[in-house]
C-alpha cells in the first residue's frame, strides 16, 4: 500500500499567467506552475536541465513564505479562508523594476533598488501564516541545519521553519542552480538575452499564490491565488 500524502504548501509571488516575463521564464526553466502544456524550451539541452534543475522544481516565484506541511487541526481550506481573508485588505507592496544578480552562486532576479516595504510585507506573511504550519521534523531541521548558517539564520530556523525571513529576508526570484565561477560570465549573458526585455516594468506583489507539493520529490504547482484588494478598497471609501 502506498504511503498517504502528506503534501507541502507555499506562499509566492509571481507574475500572472499570461506575463511575458512567466512566459520567459518558464521556457527558461522548461516547466510552468499554472500547468500550461506547451512551453516554449521545454525541449532543453542537458546541460541547461543541470543548471535550473532545482528553480525548475519549484517553478519561476519568489518566496513569501517557505513551503510547509499542513499543523494538525487545521485543512488547506482554513488556509486558503485566512489568506483571502489577508487579500481582502492588504494593498499591493512595490517591488519596481528588476535587475540580475548573482546570490550565493546561483542568480536570480532581484529589485534593481532597495525596496523597504517589500521586507515588512514579507514579514507579515510569514508571522499571520505560521499559525497553519506544522513543525519541522527531525530530518528536514537536519538537512537544513547542515546548511552554512549563523546563529540568527539558526534561530529563525527553529522559530519559523525557514532561516531567510524578517532581517536576513531578500526577495528574489531563481533562475539557475549554483553556477561554477568559470561560467557565470557565460550563464549571465545568457539570461540578459532571455529576460532584459522584461527587466525595465513598475513590477507589484499583486497577488498572492499558494502553490502545492503533493507529495515529496514532486514539482509545485499553483493551487490557488489571492489578488490584493486593499486599494481598491481604499479608492472606495474615499
Not at 504511503?3 to 509571481?14: D, G, H, W
Not at 522548461?30 to 522544481?57: H, I, K, M, N, Q
Not at 549563523?150 to 527553529?158: F, G, K, M, S
Request: charge should be neutral.
Amino acid at each position: 500500500m502506498s504511503e498517504p500524502s502528506n503534501p507541502r504548501y507555499a506562499i509566492y509571488y509571481t507574475p500572472a499567467r499570461e506575463h511575458p516575463l512567466t512566459v520567459a521564464a518558464s521556457a527558461w526553466l522548461g516547466r510552468d506552475a499554472f500547468g500550461r502544456v506547451d512551453v516554449t524550451g521545454a525541449a532543453r539541452p542537458e546541460a541547461d536541465l543541470l543548471l535550473t534543475s532545482e528553480p525548475r522544481r519549484y517553478s519561476f516565484h519568489a518566496t513569501l513564505k517557505a513551503p510547509f506541511r499542513l499543523k494538525e487541526g487545521t485543512s488547506v481550506e482554513d488556509l486558503e479562508q485566512a489568506l483571502s481573508r489577508f487579500a481582502a485588505w492588504r494593498s499591493s507592496c512595490p517591488i519596481g523594476p528588476l535587475k540580475i544578480d548573482l546570490l550565493g552562486g546561483f542568480f536570480a532576479l532581484v529589485p534593481a533598488s532597495p525596496i523597504p516595504a517589500l521586507r515588512g510585507f514579507a514579514a507579515q506573511i510569514v508571522e499571520q501564516f505560521d499559525r497553519f504550519r506544522a513543525p519541522m521534523n527531525t530530518p528536514e531541521l537536519q538537512r537544513r541545519l547542515q546548511s552554512s548558517l549563523d546563529e540568527i539564520e539558526t534561530a529563525h530556523l527553529v522559530q519559523w521553519g525557514y532561516p531567510y525571513v524578517l532581517d536576513r529576508f531578500r526577495f528574489h526570484m531563481t533562475l539557475t542552480d549554483r553556477v561554477p565561477e568559470e561560467d557565470r560570465a557565460r550563464t549571465r549573458a545568457r539570461l540578459e538575452k532571455v529576460f532584459q526585455p522584461y527587466l525595465s516594468e513598475d513590477y507589484r506583489i499583486d497577488t498572492l499564490y499558494l502553490f502545492v507539493q503533493e507529495h515529496d520529490g514532486a514539482d509545485f504547482i499553483v493551487r490557488s491565488q489571492f489578488a490584493l484588494k486593499g486599494e481598491a478598497l481604499l479608492k472606495a471609501a474615499i
